[in-house]
């Protein structure tokens, strides 16, 4: 059975689902990525195969560097107000791991033109998914993976882009933005925790409304654990998978009451 409370639930692949999750993030190839950076960088965009900045801001991890920036995605919204007109930028390649290789830069367009607000180091907000409030100002859930030497967390979080707070890697541990989180150690392949290992997808996500006519979101996850044989303990080399242990499948409901999600019976959730 999975565990779902706050929603812990052991594991994820190193990278989530593609499918998994509607997101509605885009490529800034599509989007006129490059007069989004006018805003960010004027005069320094770097374009070609990836659009950014041709250096880091001076309040980023490695500000003082002389290093790319590139522009991951970008999501649009109205983040700041029902009437706002925004954009929020997952940027990369200015941050150390302890910041999740990055951070995002929110936008807004007035009179036709779009004007930096602030930059927020550690805000990966590269592949999110936007849900209006009751006033249609808009927040955005969002899903991100982080981890090392084979141990990766996947989390399922909120950001008000009013008041963000950095996620994942950045967390400072005490955040309730998080709404449901797994953990895979497949890739260390029974190595350590005593030759353990265990193994959570994240099948499904949708967004949908409840009974009550509140938002409502849907996870499905897989998962499944157990002690690595002998013969699956050999280091995981480029070529070869680890074991991967036989999982299981459910599904939590989590119903969002204005300022959080919280996980509902499944019997009222449908």
Request: aromatic share 8%; hydrophobic share 35%; proline share 7%.
């Amino acid at each position: 059975m999975i565990l779902v409370t706050r929603a812990v639930v052991w594991a994820q692949e190193v990278e989530p689902n593609e499918q998994a999750f509607p997101s509605d993030s885009q490529d800034p190839q599509a989007v006129d990525g490059t007069g989004l950076l006018g805003a960010v960088c004027p005069g320094k965009i770097a374009t070609g195969k990836e659009l950014g900045c041709a250096h880091c801001p001076p309040d980023s991890g490695f500000g003082s560097m002389d290093l790319p920036w590139s522009l991951e995605s970008v999501t649009f919204g109205h983040f700041l107000s029902p009437a706002s007109e925004d954009a929020v930028l997952w940027m990369t390649g200015c941050e150390p791991h302890s910041r999740n290789f990055g951070g995002a830069v929110l936008l807004t367009r007035k009179s036709g033109r779009w004007s930096m607000l602030r930059y927020a180091a550690g805000l990966q907000i590269g592949r999110c998914h936007r849900l209006p409030l009751n006033d249609g100002r808009e927040i955005l859930v969002c899903i991100g993976t982080f981890g090392g030497q084979g141990n990766n967390l996947t989390n399922i979080y909120v950001e008000d882009l009013l008041s963000p707070r950095p996620a994942l890697m950045a967390a400072h541990g005490d955040e309730d933005n998080i709404v449901f989180s797994a953990f895979d150690n497949t890739w260390t392949c029974g190595l350590d925790d005593h030759g353990r290992v265990t193994r959570t997808t994240i099948d499904k996500v949708e967004f949908r409304t409840s009974k009550t006519g509140a938002p409502l979101l849907s996870i499905t996850a897989s998962s499944g654990g157990g002690r690595a044989k002998p013969e699956g303990r050999l280091p995981c080399v480029p070529g070869r998978d680890p074991a991967r242990p036989p999982t299981k499948t459910a599904r939590a409901d989590f119903e969002f009451d204005g300022k959080k999600f919280n996980e509902v019976p499944q019997a009222r959730a449908r």
